[in-house]
């Protein structure tokens, strides 16, 4: 399983992004999905997970502003995010697993500043 992350770049407080992480061989193939970020001196931490079936979770400090989702047709796991704040500025990165093991994309940095 390999996981590539893309779509990050700089946006301004308020303003709107889409990551994206396409999954080969294909997105069948592994189980739950999620978004982690890291910023700058800090832990990695859970954003979203979105299950096989389309359930989905949000750490509180993204729960109205940030949708994830999947789409089987594509391979790719998408995070809408709206209400951009300078504290969501980090690497973003796509996790999923598969037969137990655990698989990281290589991550895209989001930058929120004016």
């Known amino acids: 399983v390999q996981l590539q992350a893309s779509g990050g770049g700089l946006v301004q407080p308020g303003g709107s992004l889409r990551v994206s992480c396409v999954v080969s061989p294909s997105i069948f193939d592994v189980d739950a999905m999620g978004w982690y970020r890291q910023a700058p001196g800090m832990q990695r931490e859970l954003v979203a997970i979105?299950?096989?079936?389309?359930?989905?979770n949000y750490a509180d400090s993204v729960k109205g502003r940030f949708t994830i989702s999947r789409d089987s047709y594509r391979d790719t796991l998408y995070l809408h995010m709206n209400n951009l704040k300078p504290e969501d500025t980090a690497i973003y990165y796509c996790?999923?697993?598969?037969?137990?093991?655990?698989?990281w994309g290589q991550g895209t940095l989001v930058t929120v500043s004016s």
């Open positions: 979105i299950d096989n079936f389309g359930a989905a």
């Open positions: 996790h999923t697993h598969s037969h137990g093991q655990n698989y």
